[in-house]
C-alpha cells in the first residue's frame, strides 16, 4: 500500500525525530500492540467522530496485509497535516469543546504505530473538500543518528484517486466494512482514513477478542460514538444480566454522610457526586452482582469485575482492578464492578494514559472505595446466609406433603422388593437384602413418613456425565444427587440467581416416576415417559442453536480470547449436531459433546471431550497442549474420543515434532480453529454426518491428519439430494397422521426417498437443521420434526448465502454449494 504514484506533489513536511525517542515513546509506552492500535481510535473520538470503523485481517503476518482506521471527525487540510507531524505537541486540549472532553493531551500517541507497521499513511478530506495525504515510512529513520529531520511528501489526491486507493480497501465481496460513505450523495462532510502497512511482527499480536474488549471498555462510552470492527457494531462492554444491587456515589451515601470523614454529598454535571478532603467531583455507581464475574479464563478477554476509573469518560486502569491497592475479600470483590469517574485527576494521568500518579487525591479516592467496599460486602453475607436458610432444597421438600412427596417412594420399593418392579430409572434401590432386612428397611421408610427430615434427607450437585439422567436418588442414605452435567442444568446455570428451582425440578422428576408408578402405570410405559421427558429438557435446551456462518463468525472472533474459544468451540459442536455441555475450571476439560446416532440408550451413541487452548502468541507449545491430561480427562469423563482446539500447534507440519507424536500415541485431536471452522461451514453442503464425524475423530489425530481431512471436504462430491421431497413428506405426514414421522417411515412412503439409504437420508436432514436450526430437528430416535412449512425452510435455507461469514471463508462457503450436483 502506497501513494508514492499517485496525487500531486504540493509541499514536503519536515519532521524531527530521534530513532531513541520514537523507540522510548513506542515501544515503551505502548508495548501492547492492542494499546497501541486503540491510540488511532482515541484520535478518531478526539477529533469529534461519530462513526469510527476498523478493519483487522485475521491473518496479519501476510505480505500484503493492512490494517486501517476511518473516522468521520474534523479532519486536516495540508496546514493540519503538517501540525500533526509535530513530535511531543498536540492542539486537542485547545480544542476543547463543550459537548466532549478529548482524551489526548501528549501529542505522542501517533508514535505507537511504529511498534506495528513500517509504514503509515493518512488520506484526508478537508472542510473544503480537497483530499490530501501523506505516508510516513519508519525505515527511514537513521537508528545512528541522536536527532535528525525527514521529508515527508505532500500530496493532494483526486476523488478519481482517492476512490482507486480505498474501493478495494473498504468492501470485502458484497460486505461493506466501513460505518458512513467517503464520497456519492450524503457521504462526509470531512473524514480521515488512516492506513497501516508493510507489517511488523507485533501487529501479528492483535488478538480480536483482545482488541474488541479493550476498544468497548477502554474508550469513552459516548452514545455520539459508534465503532464497527471488520463491519460489525461494537456494542458497549456492559454486563448483561442485571445487578443484585446498586449504589449509587453521593445518593443516600452512609459513607459519604457519615460524620467521622471529612466528605461532603453534593451534585456535578447533573449527577450527585462526592468531594474527598483533596479531590472533588466524584460520581459513579458500584453494582454487586449475585454470581462472580470471574467466568473460566476471562483475564485472557478483559474483566467484569472491580473498580473502573474514568477520567474525562476514558477507561484507565485497563489492567488493574485493584487501582494499586492490596487484595480486597475475594468473595465479595469479584461480584463487584464499581464504576468512577473523577475529571479532577486529569492533571494526575501519567503519560501512558493507564495509571494514575501517586498523590493525595489518589489516596483519597482508594480510602473512600474501600470503606464503600466493606458497607457493601457486610451486606452481602447477611444477605447470603438469610437467603440459604430459606432456599434448602432438602427444606423445602421435607414439608411438602407426604402423599406426594414420602407415599409414592414407599409403594415403589415395596413392589420392588416383591419382584413386581425392575430397577428404576432414577431411584437405586437396595439389592440382595435378605427378607428381613428388606421389612426393617420398609419400617424405616414408613418412620420417616411423620419425621421432619422425611426421606430425602439431602440434596447435592454431583459430576455425572452429560448423557446420565437428571438426578439419582439413593434410597439407603436418602441423598438425592443432581446432575451438574446435564445439558439442561450445564447451559443454563449461570443465568440464573438461584440454583433452588433446578434443585426442584430435579427431585420432581424422581418423585414423578415413583408416582406414576404408585398410579399403576406398567413400568415400561412409565421407563418410556421418563425417557421423553428427558429428551424434551435437552430438545429444550438446544432448539435455538445458531445456524453454521454464526457459529464460524463467533469463532473467528473468537480466536485470541480463551473464555470466548471454549463458548465457540462448544456452539461449533452443537452446530455440527452434538449436544455439547461446558464443564471448564481448574483440572478438567472445557466440555463434552455427544453424539446421538441412536435412542438415549443405544450402543451406537459416542461422546468427545474438548479442550480450548487460547495463547497471546500465534501457536501453542507442546506443553501448553496438555495432551496427556486431556487423556485422563477422556477416561475420567466417560468419553470416546478427546480433542484440543488451538488457535495453531508449535510444530504443526512435523509429523516428528513433539505434539504430534503425542496426539498419535495418546489418540487425541488436534484441530486448528480455522479448520474447526472449515469443518462448521463444509459441514452442510457437504452433507457431513454425526456417523461420518466418529470416523474422523477416530481415525485422525495429529494436526497434519485433521487439516488433510477437512481440507479434503473442499473436494467432496455431493448431490443436492432429496430436499424438497423429504421435507413435503414430513410435512403432510405431521399433518395427517397420528403417530410421529419416523425417518424409515418417511423413506418407506415416497418413491423418491427409496433410492436414498436411511444413514443418506439422516445426513441430509442434520445437513438442513445446520443451515436453518429451530426449523427442521432430527431426534435420537430418527422423528424428524417440521416447525414451519418447507417453502419457509427452503427459504431460510437459501438467505445462508447473505450470511455473515468471515470474509476469509466467504469464497469457499458458497463454492461448497454451487458445487453441489443435482440429485
Request: proline content about 4%; overall charge negative.
Amino acid at each position: 500500500m502506497n501513494i508514492e504514484n499517485i496525487g500531486s506533489k504540493i509541499d514536503v513536511i519536515p519532521v524531527t525525530i530521534s530513532y531513541r525517542i520514537i523507540e522510548l515513546f513506542s515501544a515503551g509506552l505502548y508495548s501492547s500492540p492492542n494499546k497501541a492500535f486503540e491510540e488511532l481510535v482515541s484520535n478518531s473520538y478526539d477529533a469529534g467522530a461519530t462513526q469510527v470503523s476498523v478493519y483487522i485481517p485475521t491473518d496479519k503476518s501476510l505480505p500484503d496485509s493492512i490494517l486501517w482506521v476511518a473516522d468521520n471527525g474534523c479532519s486536516m487540510d495540508k496546514e493540519g497535516l503538517k501540525q500533526f507531524w509535530k513530535i511531543g505537541e498536540s492542539q486537542k486540549r485547545q480544542l476543547e469543546n463543550t459537548y466532549r472532553l478529548p482524551i489526548g493531551k501528549f501529542g505522542i500517541g501517533k508514535l505507537a504505530t511504529y511498534i506495528l507497521t513500517q509504514k503509515l499513511t493518512l488520506i484526508c478530506k478537508s472542510t473544503t473538500g480537497q483530499y490530501f495525504a501523506v505516508a510516513m515510512n519508519y525505515s527511514m529513520i537513521n537508528k545512528d543518528q541522536s536527532n535528525e529531520t525527514i521529508e515527508l511528501d505532500e500530496k493532494e489526491m483526486t476523488l478519481k484517486e482517492v476512490q482507486t486507493l480505498l474501493s478495494p480497501l473498504i468492501k470485502k465481496g458484497e460486505q461493506n466494512l466501513l460505518s458512513f460513505k467517503l464520497w456519492g450523495d450524503d457521504c462526509e462532510k470531512t473524514w480521515t482514513f488512516v492506513i497501516l502497512s508493510e507489517l511488523k511482527p507485533k501487529a501479528s499480536e492483535i488478538k480480536d477478542g483482545r482488541l474488541k474488549w479493550i476498544l468497548s471498555t477502554a474508550l469513552p462510552l459516548n452514545p455520539n460514538f459508534n465503532l464497527t470492527f471488520n463491519g460489525v457494531l461494537v456494542q458497549s462492554n456492559k454486563i448483561n444480566i442485571s445487578p443484585w444491587k446498586t449504589w449509587i456515589i453521593g445518593k443516600d451515601d452512609d459513607i459519604a454522610n457519615n460524620t467521622k470523614y471529612s466528605y461532603k454529598v453534593d451534585e456535578y454535571l447533573g449527577q450527585p457526586c462526592v468531594h474527598l478532603p483533596n479531590l472533588k467531583n466524584v460520581v459513579g455507581q458500584i453494582d454487586l452482582y449475585r454470581d462472580t464475574l470471574l467466568t473460566g479464563k476471562s483475564q485472557d478477554l478483559g474483566r467484569s469485575h472491580g473498580i473502573f476509573l474514568t477520567v474525562r469518560g476514558r477507561l484507565i486502569n485497563i489492567d488493574d482492578p485493584l487501582l494499586g491497592m492490596e487484595a480486597l475479600s475475594h468473595g465479595a470483590f469479584n461480584r463487584i464492578r464499581i464504576m468512577v469517574n473523577v475529571d479532577e485527576l486529569d492533571e494526575y494521568i501519567t503519560s501512558t494514559r493507564e495509571s494514575i500518579k501517586s498523590s493525595l487525591a489518589l489516596e483519597d479516592l482508594r480510602e473512600y472505595i474501600k470503606r464503600k467496599f466493606f458497607q457493601i460486602k457486610d451486606w452481602y453475607y447477611e444477605t447470603v446466609a438469610d437467603e440459604e436458610k430459606q432456599n434448602r432444597a432438602s427444606h423445602k421438600i421435607s414439608y411438602a406433603s407426604a402423599s406426594l412427596s414420602r407415599r409414592p417412594i414407599i409403594v415403589a420399593a415395596k413392589k420392588f422388593f416383591d419382584g413386581q418392579l425392575q430397577e428404576l430409572v432414577l431411584t437405586d434401590m437396595p439389592k440382595n437384602l435378605t427378607p428381613q432386612e428388606k421389612k426393617d428397611f420398609i419400617t424405616k421408610l414408613e418412620v420417616d413418613l411423620t419425621t421432619d427430615e422425611g426421606i430425602i434427607k439431602n440434596v447435592q450437585w454431583v459430576t455425572l456425565n452429560p448423557e446420565d439422567p437428571i438426578a439419582k436418588f439413593d434410597l439407603i442414605t436418602g441423598l438425592a444427587k443432581i446432575n451438574l452435567m446435564h445439558p439442561f442444568f450445564a447451559n443454563f446455570l449461570e443465568e440464573v440467581r438461584s440454583l433452588l428451582p433446578f434443585q426442584l425440578i430435579a427431585l420432581t422428576e424422581i418423585l414423578t416416576e415413583c408416582f406414576l408408578l404408585d398410579s399403576g402405570i406398567a413400568q415400561d410405559d412409565v421407563r418410556d415417559i421418563m425417557f421423553k421427558r428427558d429428551a424434551i429438557l435437552r430438545e429444550l435446551t438446544f432448539s435455538d442453536k445458531p445456524n453454521a456462518p454464526f457459529v464460524a463468525s463467533l469463532l473467528n472472533a473468537a480466536l485470541g480470547n480463551s473464555n470466548g474459544l471454549e463458548k465457540a468451540v462448544s456452539q461449533a459442536f452443537n452446530s455440527l449436531g452434538y449436544e455439547s455441555t461446558p464443564i471448564g475450571g481448574s483440572g478438567k476439560p472445557d466440555g463434552k459433546a455427544v453424539a446421538y446416532l441412536g435412542p438415549l440408550n443405544s450402543q451406537d451413541n459416542y461422546s468427545l471431550i474438548f479442550d480450548a487452548k487460547s495463547t497471546s502468541k500465534d501457536k501453542i507449545k507442546a506443553t501448553t497442549s496438555h495432551i496427556s491430561g486431556v487423556d485422563r480427562h477422556r477416561d475420567d469423563y466417560n468419553a470416546t474420543f478427546a480433542c484440543i482446539v488451538a488457535i495453531d500447534f508449535e510444530g504443526a507440519e512435523n509429523p516428528e515434532s513433539a505434539v504430534n507424536k503425542e496426539a498419535k500415541k495418546h489418540k487425541i485431536n488436534l484441530i486448528r480453529a480455522k479448520d474447526l471452522m472449515t469443518l462448521v461451514l463444509l459441514s452442510s453442503p457437504k452433507q457431513i454426518g454425526l456417523k461420518e464425524l466418529k470416523s474422523f475423530f477416530g481415525s485422525y489425530h495429529t494436526v497434519i491428519e485433521t487439516s488433510q481431512w477437512i481440507e479434503d471436504l473442499k473436494n467432496k462430491e455431493v448431490t443436492l439430494g432429496p430436499v424438497k421431497e423429504l421435507l413435503e413428506e414430513a410435512f403432510n405426514l405431521i399433518k395427517s397422521d397420528t403417530e410421529p414421522a419416523y425417518l424409515s417411515a418417511l423413506r418407506m412412503s415416497n418413491a423418491t426417498l427409496k433410492k436414498h439409504s436411511l444413514d443418506e437420508l439422516k445426513s441430509l436432514v442434520q445437513s438442513l437443521e445446520r443451515l436453518a436450526p429451530g426449523y427442521i430437528t432430527i431426534c435420537h430416535n430418527d422423528i424428524v420434526s417440521l416447525n414451519v412449512p418447507p417453502e419457509k425452510i427452503l427459504r431460510a435455507i437459501n438467505h445462508t448465502f447473505d450470511a455473515d461469514v468471515p470474509v476469509e471463508f466467504r469464497d469457499m462457503y458458497i463454492d461448497a454449494f454451487t458445487s453441489i450436483k443435482p440429485s
